[in-house]
């Protein structure tokens, strides 16, 4: 069993070190780099899912991944270490909606398949932080009267961003969570990420009710306001 891994490991290594740049976008991980993750690795938990660094052999080229967990809620979100998707997040498990919304919204890097036939996305680091990481959330947590406000404001934010999308490319996104939303520091602006449940509705949703879930999803982060 100790030669068949020893095996597995300086397959992926010489499949790094021999194979030839078939397009603009291949891995430039360093060899050197390469070796030292394969030895830190078991080899026998490379495709494990729980797996902080991984190697993924994609459409003939080799991706060094770290495990993230600030993107996105469904399924385990990598992030590309090198190579010229250096910085992306990289996700399996992926459905075609998936992948087809994530292309629409204009989110997509790349897409590929493993060498187990999984579907691999890439997708663009996008800006922003949940609401609760922001500056401006930070400043009003225990003023509850002020804190309602801003969230009112977020959800504001967050239902254009989602009637944008609706709006250029017919895709709904289906779960406004907290890690979906994205705020700059001062929550001036929204963006939404993890198009896993997306879909395309025949009727546009009403604002109010996107507006009424972003603040039903969020509200928790507030304290309760006092009625008199």
């Not at 397959?11 to 993750?37: G, I």
């Not at 225990?142 to 239902?159: G, K, P």
């Not at 254009?160 to 939303?181: M, P, S, V």
Request: proline share 4%; glycine share 4%.
């Amino acid at each position: 069993m100790r030669f068949a891994l020893l095996a597995i490991a300086f397959s992926y290594l010489a499949l790094f070190a021999w194979s030839a740049p078939v397009n603009q976008h291949h891995d430039t991980c360093n060899a050197k780099k390469v070796r030292e993750l394969a030895h830190t690795l078991d080899m026998r938990e490379l495709d494990a899912r729980a797996l902080p660094e991984k190697l993924v052999e994609i459409d003939g080229n080799i991706y060094h991944l770290r495990r993230h967990s600030n993107q996105g809620v469904h399924g385990v979100t990598y992030q590309v270490q090198c190579g010229s998707y250096k910085g992306a997040f990289a996700k399996t498990k992926v459905t075609s909606q998936e992948e087809h919304a994530t292309y629409d919204v204009g989110a997509l890097l790349f897409a590929g398949t493993d060498h187990k036939h999984r579907r691999w996305l890439f997708i663009k680091p996008s800006p922003g932080v949940a609401f609760d990481k922001t500056h401006a959330y930070l400043r009003v947590r225990h003023d509850a009267q002020a804190c309602h406000h801003l969230l009112n404001h977020a959800a504001d934010l967050a239902t254009a961003a989602f009637e944008h999308y609706y709006t250029t490319t017919h895709w709904a996104h289906g779960d406004l969570t907290r890690g979906n939303i994205l705020f700059d520091d001062h929550i001036t602006s929204a963006n939404l990420i993890d198009w896993d449940y997306a879909d395309r509705p025949k009727n546009a949703p009403h604002p109010a009710d996107i507006h009424s879930k972003v603040v039903r999803n969020l509200g928790h982060l507030c304290p309760p306001l006092r009625h008199h």
